[in-house]
């Protein structure tokens, strides 16, 4: 089956640049989205079609893709952008979702 | 107001039946395909089926195909979730998801509007 993998972890101080990677095979081939998750509440969407930002998100979140792996940045991070991260994308049959392990943002 | 609101969860002994319902409002549910996602306690997301705009394609996750079905009343601003033969590994958060509108009826395979999700627990 196919699978995205992401680190569990990823640790950075206010005001700096936290980056969060995701890696498959189908990446290559097929978009990649982003979910941020915070405590108590439902997925919310911050990238869409691999580097683009729904209305709403700060322009502090940005997202590239290159080969395999997918790339979550936060630039500038504030303590509200610790949570949970999300990637997701299609497997190679475009038909079946998958979605990373998660990575766990903490704002030191 | 544009929401997804899921209800029906609960707690249900292995092997039973349940049905998880999703209501929509503030948006036009005939134009969106429709999923369920679901997450374990402390665990990650799980994507488990997918209906498109009108009904007639579904997908499901090798996990739950022939023990779930999805389905959708679009006159009623609904979205269900069958779920036969309920095993412990059930036990998760389910979260309706939207997908963007699609004129041309493919689905896009990702999620712009959650729910707040319902909480299945099977349990003996």
């Known amino acids: 089956s196919y699978e995205l993998t992401q680190p569990p972890s990823v640790s950075v101080s206010p005001g700096q640049t936290a980056r969060i990677t995701c890696s498959g095979d189908a990446l290559s081939k097929q978009y990649t989205y982003w979910y941020q998750q915070k405590p108590g509440q439902a997925p919310l969407l911050v990238i869409f079609?691999?580097?683009q930002r729904p209305s709403g998100v700060p322009e502090r979140l940005s997202a590239s893709s290159s080969g395999t792996t997918a790339t979550l940045t936060i630039r500038g991070v504030q303590a509200e952008d610790e949570a949970d991260y999300f990637c997701?994308?299609?497997?190679?049959?475009?038909?079946?979702?998958?979605f990373g392990g998660g990575t766990k943002l903490t704002v030191l | 107001q544009v929401q997804l609101v899921e209800s029906g969860g609960g707690v249900v002994q292995p092997g039973r039946s349940l049905r998880l319902s999703c209501a929509a409002s503030?948006?036009?549910?005939?134009?969106?395909?429709m999923h369920w996602v679901r997450q374990a306690p402390g665990k990650g997301l799980e994507w488990v089926a997918s209906?498109?705009?009108?009904?007639?394609?579904?997908y499901y996750a090798d996990s739950v195909k022939g023990r779930f079905t999805i389905s959708r009343d679009n006159s009623k601003h609904a979205l269900y979730l069958q779920m036969n033969s309920l095993r412990r590994e059930d036990t998760a958060v389910y979260y309706c998801?939207?997908?963007?509108?699609?004129?041309?009826?493919?689905?896009?395979?990702?999620?712009?509007?959650w729910g707040r999700g319902t909480l299945l627990t099977v349990s003996p």
């Open positions: 079609k691999t580097s």
């Open positions: 209906i498109s705009y009108d009904g007639s394609r579904k």
């Open positions: 997701q994308s299609a497997d190679s049959s475009g038909n079946h979702v998958v």
């Open positions: 503030g948006f036009t549910l005939s134009r969106n395909a």
């Open positions: 998801a939207r997908e963007p509108p699609n004129r041309f009826g493919e689905l896009f395979w990702y999620f712009d509007l």
